[in-house]
C-alpha cells in the first residue's frame, strides 16, 4: 500500500509553466504505475496523463499533448507532471493516483490517491 502525495499547486498566470510532483514515503511507489487526473467543482475527475512504474512508457490526454509531460524520477520516489503554456482552463484540483497494475485513463484504475493540490491560473 502507497499514499500519494502531491505537491507544487499555486496560482499563476496564462501562459506560465508550474511542475508539480507526487511522491510517497514507500519505497513500494517505484513499482507502481503512476497518473495525474484533475478535477473541477461539479464534475468527474479527467484523465490528465500516466506513464509506466520505470517511465518507459507514457500516455496523455490529447488535448494536452505538447503542453504536459510527465515523468518520474525513481532514486527520488517521485512523479512530476511538467505543466508549460497554462491556460486558465487549466485551474483544477490535481491528483495523483497509482496503481500496481498497467497504467490506464480511468478513475477505477487506481486503488491509491492523493489528496490533491490546487492549480488556478488566472487570465
Known amino acids: 500500500q502507497v499514499q500519494p502525495i502531491e505537491s507544487g499547486g499555486g496560482l499563476v498566470q496564462a501562459g506560465d509553466s508550474l511542475r508539480l510532483s507526487c511522491t510517497a514515503s514507500e519505497r513500494a511507489f517505484s513499482s507502481h504505475a503512476v497518473a495525474w487526473f484533475r478535477q473541477t467543482p461539479g464534475k468527474e475527475r479527467d484523465f490528465v496523463a500516466a506513464?509506466?512504474?520505470?517511465?518507459?512508457?507514457?500516455y496523455y490526454r490529447d488535448s494536452l499533448k505538447g503542453r504536459f509531460t510527465i515523468s518520474r524520477d525513481n532514486a527520488k520516489n517521485t512523479v512530476y507532471l511538467q505543466m508549460n503554456g497554462l491556460k486558465p482552463e487549466d485551474t483544477a484540483v490535481y491528483f495523483c493516483?497509482?496503481?500496481?497494475?498497467?497504467?490506464?485513463?480511468?478513475?477505477?484504475?487506481?486503488?491509491?490517491w492523493g489528496q490533491g493540490t490546487q492549480v488556478t491560473v488566472s487570465a
Open positions: 506513464l509506466s512504474w520505470n517511465g518507459g512508457s507514457t
Open positions: 493516483a497509482a496503481t500496481l497494475n498497467v497504467y490506464s485513463d480511468y478513475v477505477q484504475g487506481y486503488e491509491y
